[in-house]
């Protein structure tokens, strides 16, 4: 009897310990600060620079009653007055629609370690937004930035003439959604809609709220 008094006191214990182990290892929630936007511009590159596409993350936020917190636009510029994307979203912690935790803050954002992947980078309405296997893929999401979130220097262009340019003699650096690069993988055909299309795109971009 005081055999299985033990072995039932055992069990007791393991899953005790068991229970608080998988408590301490499931990761944060909270509420949404983080969304690609589901819809590209209709103007390809030219998102009317960083405060058009600001408006932009503000409207979409705004249509799913998140518009009491301020949003902006992963994105960076380049010139004499570049902007740095990582500079503009605030400190973190970041979570997608469904309250899943994108990152605690900006280095573990931009840690090598770092993933990004479809189920996780949700649109404003939480819904997937197709990538690679998917017909159409819309992975590719402007961004303008090295890995690190930082702008590229002047000269060759990689933010369609720093968010203003529909036209295919420009380009733009783009993440995808769904894979570790995902701020920055390789630069666009064009800046056109059909340009950035062509290459896994729509015109897509992050959009983080500022958490002071």
């Known amino acids: 009897m005081d055999k299985n008094r033990k072995i039932v006191a055992m069990g007791l214990v393991f899953c005790g ?26 103007n390809g590159g030219d998102l009317g620079g960083l405060e058009g596409a600001d408006a932009v993350c503000q409207n979409l936020a705004e249509s799913v009653d998140q518009g009491h917190l301020t949003w902006r636009a992963y994105l960076s510029t380049q010139g004499g ?3 740095n994307a990582r500079d503009r979203i605030g400190p973190g912690p970041w979570f997608n629609a469904n309250g899943a935790q994108i990152a605690a803050d900006l280095d573990s954002l931009h840690s090598m370690m770092h993933r990004m992947n479809a ?5 404003e309405r939480g ?22 979130g930082t702008a590229y220097p002047a000269g060759e262009d990689m933010t ?12 733009a650096r783009v993440g995808h959604h769904d ?34």
């Open 17 to 42: 310990l068991l229970v608080a182990g998988l408590a301490q290892t499931q990761p944060p929630t909270g509420p949404m600060s983080f969304f690609v936007t589901g819809d590209g511009s209709g």
């Open 81 to 83: 007055n570049a902007v």
């Open 119 to 123: 189920f996780k980078a949700l649109d």
């Open 160 to 171: 369609c003439n720093n968010w203003t340019s529909s036209s295919d003699n420009g380009k």
């Open 179 to 212: 894979a570790a690069a995902w701020g920055s993988a390789h630069n666009s055909r064009g800046c056109s809609p059909a340009a950035l299309i062509s290459s896994g795109g729509d015109g897509l971009f992050y959009c983080f709220a500022v958490q002071e």
């Open 127 to 148: 819904q997937i937004i197709p990538g690679e296997g998917y017909s159409p893929n819309r992975h590719d999401i402007l961004t303008g930035s090295q890995i690190d």
